[in-house]
């Protein structure tokens, strides 16, 4: 595992900072992220406080690809003037495409053989957006039945994501206009969410769909990018979050709201995005070096994997051990131990051959 540089003692907060081509703490944060949406999916119906929050991880995984996906590319555009558009996307679809699609082929697979059901008719009618990462988009999840694959979701929002955010980068290229687009798409989802935008998108029309599908939580983890590319910016917010407190601040408020939840969703995600970022700063916190442990972050690794594989490991457990169907307790640590497994072997000898062929990042 490559070393953090905050060894470099010479260097400044800001150089460091930019400089740094892994942040273990991120892959940690991973760790908690699919841990947290594998619990959601082992408790039979949804749990009140903390323990009906597992499925904000997928939250933590939008922070962090906001933040990560956004320095990478500032970065390459201040190295060479621009964004490589092909280079990214392709290195990209290699990392996401093939078990994506291998394991969308095995619920095609397992639909064909189901007897034939409303839930099997929605799934083969779906199969055109789950193809095309827009399930967000275009697929009704109010059906009184399970949604074979809905889980798809979030990787449609952060394909769209991925899809658009090079294009951004490459024509703005002032920092306050990136700042500006981000911020305004975070205000726009968040009018259109509580219909502060009825009279231009109706409620439950495919505009507003569309408009609300874009996640907060990645706009704040890309706005903050923006914000720590500039030393000017780096001075006025990183030179706060890399301090050795501010992460164990973040993380107790963060928790704090966990137990009572803030009035307005949006705080949570925004207090969720900087301590991802203090988190990628800080260097002699005791929470980040154990976010950076060995362990956590080879699970933080595979987690692309597991959140892909969790879905079907819990549904074959429960078929297979009908008694621990209603205990998360039991349910839990068995799916979480099998989805490491599988996800470790998958990396290991399925995406590592597609990993392999990715063009260098510029």
Known sequence: MPEPLAASTNLTAFERFRNAKYFPALDGLRCLSILAVIWHHSTPRQLEGIAGRGHLGVRLFFCISGLLITTLLLRERGRSGSVDLTRFWVRRSLRIFPLYYAVLLGFVAFAWFMPASPMRAHFFTSLPFFATHTSNWFINYNVPHPVLFAFAWSLSTEEQFY???PLVVRALKSRTALAALMTTLIV???LAERQLLAPLLPPHCRAEVIVTSFAASIGFGALVAVILDGERGF?????????????MALFSLVATWLVWFPRYFVVFEAGLALLVTACALSTDSPLVRWLSTRSLCHVGRVSYGMYLFHVPIIGALKRLIPAIAEQPAALFPLATLMTTA????SHKYFESQFLARRPNPQ
């Open 342 to 345: 599988l996800a470790t072997l």
């Open 188 to 190: 726009v989802d968040q």
């Open 163 to 165: 899809l658009g955010l």
């Open 235 to 247: 001075r006025w917010l990183g030179s706060w979050l890399s301090h050795r407190y501010s992460v």
